[in-house]
């Protein structure tokens, strides 16, 4: 048997599943050699079945990985073969997938007999880029595979979707062909200006490239919610020691994440956990007590969460009764209760609602006598902070507190669900560059005098659209995007 060398060292091979133990895996190999390396270690189940070289695109057909080189040709796994001839796959090359047994022992054995042919291994998202550099995708869509692959919660699924759907890409287009039109136009009075009906051209100019901008700051603000998407919206807990955090960030990850004890001090660093609320990524971040203290470990521990509040997209502040206060008094009558020890913690509570309206004031322990008079009497103090009351115990308030997260969330952006959602800090980016070189040509457009400016900074924005696209990239970036992907993706 004979492959052609130079087509196989442009042919590549990988797992497309994870690594262990599952019952089927898939291998997919693709490049101009895969339809004769498929053709000698395929052996079809019957006649029935063609050859792997004789199946057509869109098929597939059941048989035997064998090691030709070997005398007995020795199968090594049944399989199920798929074919994609090119330029109808992924890739858009010929691609064959081999759906094999899950063990890991099998996978490789495919793996290195394919290697041994001279495949090459595929490095992290060579499949994918592949699919970019013959046309099948667009750099924005390519980008949004690997969303979809890392997406850990459903909003972000479906914005990578809809960014896969080529959503972005078609918005990105459309402002292109605003420009190009309006370049055409710039340049048509460039060239002739005895025929310029100057104020008229102006008006028509200025329109076009105001509905450019407004276009373009549309898509660069849907990033504020995107972003929350992609990096995840952060929730902080913070209160005074034994408050209950650690028991609210268990209760909302749904295992024991965080360590749990009657002393108050417990948790010192930062825990964080990624959680999906209401199909929205969150970052639950929970805190050290905050308290004066000498220990040392314990102060960082307080600073570090003092300045996760300032990077919080909302603050969950948890007070519980006082270990102090007993359980068996008349319910409702806060008066019999010393509240001095909770007078500080008013103040900073008051500071706080003053800097930021991200902020539900949760009164914990629910399950405790002493929490009525304590949810009153925190009512009456601070009547403008949305309260919740919570049990770790019962899970009273659960569904409460993760409604406020959803509808905090909403109220930080407010993208339709049909709008493109930009998550890419790259595309945020290249739509920064466009925004400003389209503001500095309307001034000049504005000024009237110097329309080759305008031109050369229309042109500028163009360039930075097609980043985003990948119509115009270098090839250090297209590397850097891509070996953020998976092998076999
Ligand atoms: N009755 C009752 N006890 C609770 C509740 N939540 C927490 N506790 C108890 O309160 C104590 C402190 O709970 P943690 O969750 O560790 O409190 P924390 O705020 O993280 O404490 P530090 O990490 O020390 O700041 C533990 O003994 C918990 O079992 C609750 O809803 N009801
Ligand atoms: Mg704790």
Not at 15 to 43: D, N, Q
Request: net charge negative; hydrophobic share 45%; with cysteine.
């Amino acid at each position: 048997m004979r492959i052609d060398s130079v087509q196989l060292n442009e042919t590549i091979a990988a797992s497309a599943t994870p690594p262990g133990t599952s019952g089927v895996a898939l291998i997919r190999l693709s490049g101009p050699a895969s339809k004769a390396v498929a053709a000698a270690v395929f052996r079809p189940q019957s006649a029935r079945f063609p050859a792997a070289d004789a199946m057509p695109g869109y098929t597939c057909a059941p048989g035997w990985i064998v090691d030709p080189l070997s005398t007995q040709q020795v199968p090594v796994d049944q399989v199920v073969l798929t074919c994609f001839a090119a330029p109808h796959s992924f890739t858009g090359e010929d691609v064959y997938e081999i759906t094999c047994h899950g063990g890991t022992a099998v996978r490789q054995t495919i793996l290195d007999l394919l290697y041994s042919l001279g495949v090459q291994p595929a490095g992290p998202g060579e499949f994918t880029r592949r699919a970019f550099l013959n046309g099948k995708l667009d750099l924005a869509q390519a980008e949004a595979v690997m969303d979809l692959i890392s997406s850990a919660a459903g909003k972000r699924a479906r914005a990578a979707a809809r960014q896969l759907q080529g959503q972005l890409s078609r918005e990105v287009q459309a402002v292109r062909n605003d420009l190009y039109a309006l370049l055409a136009q710039l340049e048509l009075v460039l060239e002739y200006p005895e025929h310029e009906e100057s104020e008229q051209v102006q008006v028509g100019l200025m329109n076009r490239l105001s509905g450019a901008i407004a276009q373009v700051a549309t898509l660069a603000a849907s990033f504020r919610q995107g972003r929350l998407l992609s990096e995840g919206f952060t929730v902080v807990i913070v209160g005074r020691p034994n408050a209950g955090k650690s028991s609210l960030l268990n209760t909302l990850a749904g295992y024991d994440r965080a360590i749990v004890t009657p002393v108050a001090g417990t948790t010192r660093d930062t825990v964080e956990e990624l959680v999906d609320i209401g199909g929205i990524p969150v970052r639950l971040i929970d805190t050290a007590g905050l308290r004066d203290t000498s220990d040392l470990v314990e102060r960082i521990g307080v600073d570090r969460a003092r300045s996760a509040i300032l990077e919080a997209d909302l603050v969950l502040w948890l007070i519980s009764p006082p270990d102090d206060w007993p359980g068996d008094l008349p319910q409702a009558d806060v008066a019999r209760y010393d509240t001095s020890n909770l007078d500080e913690e008013l103040d900073e509570l008051r500071d706080l609602a003053e800097k930021t309206d991200a902020l539900l004031l949760v009164a914990g322990k629910d399950d405790l006598a002493s929490s009525e008079p304590l949810r009153d009497w925190l009512a009456a103090e601070l009547p403008d902070l949305p309260l919740v009351s919570f049990s770790a115990q019962t899970l009273e308030g659960l569904p409460a507190i993760r409604q406020a997260i959803v509808a905090r969330y909403e109220q930080a952006g407010s993208a339709q669900a049909d709008e493109a959602l930009v998550t890419s800090s790259r595309h945020k980016a290249c739509l920064d560059k466009t925004l400003s070189s389209l503001e500095a040509a309307s001034l000049e457009l504005s000024r009237g005098d110097l329309l080759d400016l305008v031109a050369a900074l229309v042109r500028s924005a163009l360039e930075n659209l097609a980043e985003i696209t990948g119509d115009l990239v270098s090839d250090t970036l297209i590397e850097t995007i891509f070996s953020r992907f998976c092998v076999g993706k």
